[in-house]
């Protein structure tokens, strides 16, 4: 089956730096893969559509410049949290668009800034 | 964005009972989907219903869909321990937007 892999599944960083997360299609090609936001015990929180080749999408009150999407081939996006802060600390979760409503998600990044 | 919410939002349950959980969603659905979450892990998919659909099985998994009401329930049969997770219900167009969730323990 469709499988994403997502990296790295878990990272510490200081705050004030940057971080990348890379999100991976293995066997499929998605022009379209999303980025999710989860805060504990809450639920997964659409942060932006990916396009291979365009800009990304972002949802209403997430902040562009904070999160940098890179969708620059058919297999991988890539997520970059800027200047990051304690509040930034999360699981982010990305998942790829297989067509006909099915979506394959990664396992997760749990992003701890210190 | 998110989905309406779900109800309940937590459910605890003894095993060998049956555990249902509600969903209302905001947006217009092409489909809507059923995820499951061990705590601090990814998404496993559990089932899809297609917005021209009804109801649909899968094992032990039963799943309606009222699109006139906008509403979706999962109903779980003869639980077990090991369902004990968040159950999430996500759907949209071109895009899935994920509902509350509700926190479900099963008790051995």
């Known amino acids: 089956g469709a499988v994403v892999s997502q990296h790295p599944s878990r990272v510490i960083c200081k705050s004030g730096t940057s971080v990348k997360i890379e999100c991976r299609s293995l066997?499929?090609?998605?022009?379209?893969m999303f980025w999710y936001r989860q805060f504990p015990k809450q639920s997964l929180m659409l942060m932006a559509t990916s396009n291979e080749g365009s800009k990304a999408t972002y949802e209403q009150g997430v902040e562009k410049d904070k999160f940098l999407i890179n969708h620059a081939s058919l297999t991988l996006s890539t997520l970059t949290v800027t200047s990051a802060h304690p509040e930034d600390s999360s699981f982010y979760i990305c998942?790829?668009?297989?067509?006909?409503?099915?979506?394959?998600f990664g396992s997760g990044t749990r992003l701890t800034v210190v | 964005s998110q989905q309406g919410e779900e109800d309940p939002q937590a459910l605890s349950i003894q095993e060998g009972e049956n555990a249902t959980m509600n969903c209302s969603y905001k947006?217009?659905?092409?489909?809507l989907q059923w995820y499951r979450q061990n705590s601090g892990r990814g998404l496993v998919h559990l089932i899809l219903?297609?917005?021209?659909?009804r109801e649909k099985h899968s094992g032990r998994l039963r799943v309606t869909l009222d699109t006139s009401k906008k509403s979706s329930s999962l109903l779980i049969t003869a639980s077990r321990a090991a369902d004990t997770a968040s159950y999430f219900c996500a759907g949209g167009y071109n895009k899935l937007i994920f509902g509350a969730g509700t926190r479900l323990a099963v008790h051995p």
């Open positions: 947006t217009s659905i092409n489909n």
């Open positions: 998942s790829a668009d297989q067509g006909e409503g099915g979506y394959t």
């Open positions: 066997d499929f090609q998605a022009t379209t």
């Open positions: 219903i297609r917005s021209n659909e």
